[in-house]
């Protein structure tokens, strides 16, 4: 039996989404037919792909070696579709970049407006997730890069071999968005024990990530009033005195008027680290345009208060 390409596609795309049922439901099939093909692949293959556990499968040995081909493979015939089908973008360079949710109200735009003055023959697609989803991506080969955020002790995203390269861009120092005419909005700073009690604004959590908005590790059960994704709607909520929630210091530029930073006095600091990472080997020129405008990014913001490139 022959491998096929729709083999190789769904390889992928289950090592990406990490269970047979997510990566079904992204091509349009049913669950029974995705397990179908990898079996079908798995004995075309001569090895187990797959290890199956109760929350999804991972990859095994022999699957990883398979899907580095495949990743090839497949991206080599994308290539010559969009070239035999004369796509607008041939001929431009192309790279893939994912990024975690906060990263997107300015380290993206930023990035992006450097790249657009500077290089604008250069295609970036970016996509949002968490970092389980977005390390596994990168293994997948659909994304280039990954911008990533970490706390300490800051262990690599996952597990897998080879080791994904981490290179740390920007460090800073948790902090807590009050509303300016609130009870802390005059403060220097607040204890742990005051925002215990406060009225909390977070996302809602997810199996692959904790949640986030809430500050770590609050004596008692802390009352989330509102849930929100993204980080732009979290702070809107907090300037109209909806709540407080937490933010890294390379935000400040997208704060709104109504919203004040203040760090958190009684506890250890909290230090998140945004990081670039990706599979390890040789770039292609695109993306280390797509890196170097990264660093510059980070460079930048590395200037604000309670930043440190």
Do not use: N
Request: glycine residues 10%; proline residues 9%; charged residues 20%.
């Amino acid at each position: 039996m022959e491998m096929t390409l729709i083999g190789l596609r769904l390889l992928r795309e289950v090592a990406e989404r990490g269970t047979f049922t997510a990566a079904a439901d992204a091509l349009g099939y049913t669950q029974s037919a995705v397990s179908r093909q990898i079996a079908a692949l798995e004995q075309a293959a001569g090895s187990r792909l797959f290890d199956r556990y109760p929350g999804g499968v991972r990859l095994t040995g022999p699957g990883r070696a398979l899907l580095r081909h495949a990743v090839v493979a497949l991206d080599a015939l994308e290539a010559a579709d969009r070239e035999l089908s004369g796509a607008k973008e041939a001929g431009r360079g192309r790279v893939r970049l994912g990024f975690f949710p906060a990263a997107g109200a300015v380290m993206i735009p930023r990035t992006l407006a450097t790249l657009r003055r500077e290089h604008p023959r250069l295609h970036v697609a970016t996509r949002e997730g968490t970092t389980p989803s977005l390390a596994r991506a990168l293994r997948a080969g659909t994304l280039d890069l990954a911008l990533l955020s970490s706390r300490p002790p800051h262990r690599s995203p996952d597990t897998d071999d080879p080791p994904l390269s981490v290179e740390p861009l920007l460090e800073g120092r948790l902090l807590v968005a009050v509303p300016a005419d609130g009870p802390f909005g005059e403060r220097g700073s607040v204890d742990v024990d005051e925002i215990a009690a406060a009225p909390w604004i977070a996302g809602p959590g997810s199996p692959d990530e904790p949640v986030l908005g809430v500050w770590p590790g609050l004596p008692g059960r802390p009352e989330v009033r509102h849930t929100a994704r993204d980080w732009l709607t979290k702070l809107h909520l907090v300037a109209a005195g909806a709540g407080i929630t937490t933010i890294a210091p390379t935000l400040l530029p997208a704060v709104p008027a109504g919203v004040r930073l203040v760090p958190v006095e009684g506890v250890a600091e909290e230090i998140r680290r945004i990081s670039l990472v990706r599979l390890p080997g040789p770039l292609g020129e695109p993306t280390r345009t797509l890196v170097q405008a990264v660093r510059q990014v980070a460079a930048d913001l590395g200037q604000l208060p309670g930043c440190e490139g």
